[in-house]
């Protein structure tokens, strides 16, 4: 993990205003103004993934989660390395789209209650890019985002507070703001929260097709492709 400044010189690229102007694009360009800032500032973000160079704005349907609102009255995220982003994330959370990726089936009702995040570079973001996304998760004390996986290589900053982090093959780790964890692709995670909140950056690369899964779910799919394959080498 490292830590950043948010000092130093950066390149923000210059996205016109056009007569189809998505609504709300000041508040998302003072974000990708922040986000950029911290991007270039950190050599962790830096060797994971470049800024990309093709980014457009796009509209953005407003779609608010039941972490939108713990987000805007949240208090509890203390001194921060980050706190222009930070301010700039909370900011756009009131007209972002905020979104779901798992059934209260698979984890909870509460974990749905109270888990939150929205995109800011890709579907649903105000920004397209077909090199990276990024995304802003959320969340509040004594919340278990239980172990997951994808097929997308990820990096985490960590905004502001704090929550334990875990990944196969390391020990856990309790990160605070300007630190950072990578996650490489189908390397199953979890992250737990205690009395603090945290709000994260995330940054995906390599493959943008495949959604979160829950680790068991995907040993379960894993495992039944691997009975089936030599039922088809078989029929061949």
């Known amino acids: 993990m490292s830590r950043l400044s948010e000092r130093g010189s950066f390149a923000v690229p210059r996205i016109l205003r056009m007569e189809n102007t998505p609504v709300h694009f000041d508040v998302f360009a003072a974000l990708l103004q922040a986000l950029f800032r ?11 993934a470049p800024m990309p160079p093709d980014l457009a704005a796009q509209p953005v349907e407003v779609v608010h989660k039941g972490a939108t609102a713990l987000l805007q009255r949240e208090g509890g995220f ?15 959370g009131q007209v972002a789209q905020w979104r779901e990726h798992y059934r209260a089936e698979e984890v909870g ?26 995304w802003i998760v959320y969340m509040p004390p004594h919340l278990y985002y239980p172990w997951h996986e994808h097929q997308a290589a990820e990096l985490y900053l960590i905004i502001s507070g704090s929550a334990m ?16 964890v990578f996650h490489g692709r189908n390397q199953p995670h979890a992250t737990e929260t205690g009395a603090d909140p945290v ?5 995906w690369r390599d493959d943008f097709e495949h959604a979160p899964m829950l680790s068991d779910l995907a040993k379960l799919q894993k495992d039944a492709a691997q009975l089936a394959l030599p039922r088809v080498l078989t029929a061949q």
Do not use: M, N, W
């Open 165 to 180: 982090f875990r990944k196969e093959g390391s020990a856990d780790v309790t990160l605070r703001s300007g630190d950072t």
């Open 109 to 134: 009702q509460d974990f749905l209650d109270r888990f939150g995040c929205y995109p800011i570079i890709g579907e649903g973001g105000p920004y397209s890019s077909a090199a990276l996304r990024a």
């Open 199 to 203: 709000l994260c950056l995330v940054l």
């Open 78 to 92: 203390g001194s921060s390395a980050l706190a222009d982003l930070q301010a700039a994330v909370v900011a756009a």
């Open 38 to 48: 911290v991007h270039q500032s950190h050599e962790a973000l830096r060797r994971f």
